[in-house]
Nanobody, 132 residues
Framework: QVALLESGGGSVQTGGSLRLSCVAS????????MGWFRQAPGKEREGVAA????????YYADSVKGRFTISQDNAGNTVYLEMNDLKPEDTAVYYC?????????????????????????WGQGTQVTVSS
């Protein structure tokens, strides 16, 4: 079992920044794939960013490219999501996920999608609210 604990959510105005953190504990392992998802009221959970330390690859949703950055610490047990230039449409509960149980979806060498159904462990979520 792997436990995930997120922190860093909050309320900011449009254009502001937040940094989310997620610490994994328990039966973690080297090169564990971790990611961030979000879910707004009435919407499906969507992938925001993910990191595969084994392939040294990252995924970003088109809506956050250039604004969000995912990173991991050297031990691979903590993943961060740096969010800049936040917009009201970024408002959602953000969830940390770990253990991708399916091959990364790639096309022409580019990681193009992450499916929440393919991740085995989830954090409890942290609220991010962006006001205009």
């Amino acid at each position: 079992q792997v436990a995930l604990l997120e922190s860093g959510g909050g309320s900011v105005q449009t254009g502001g920044s937040l940094r989310l953190s997620c610490v994994a504990s328990g039966n973690t392992w080297k090169n564990m794939i971790m990611g961030w998802f979000r879910q707004a009221p009435g919407k499906e959970r969507e992938g925001v960013a993910a990191v595969d330390p084994g392939r040294r690859d990252t995924y970003y949703a088109d809506s956050v490219k250039g604004r969000f950055t995912i990173s991991q610490d050297n031990a691979g047990n903590t993943v961060y999501l740096e969010m800049n230039d936040l917009k009201p449409e970024d408002t959602a509960v953000y969830y940390c996920a770990a253990d991708l149980r399916a091959p990364p979806l790639t096309r022409r060498g580019r990681w193009y999608h992450v499916d929440p159904a393919d991740f085995g462990y989830w954090g409890q979520g942290t609220q991010v609210t962006v006001s205009s």
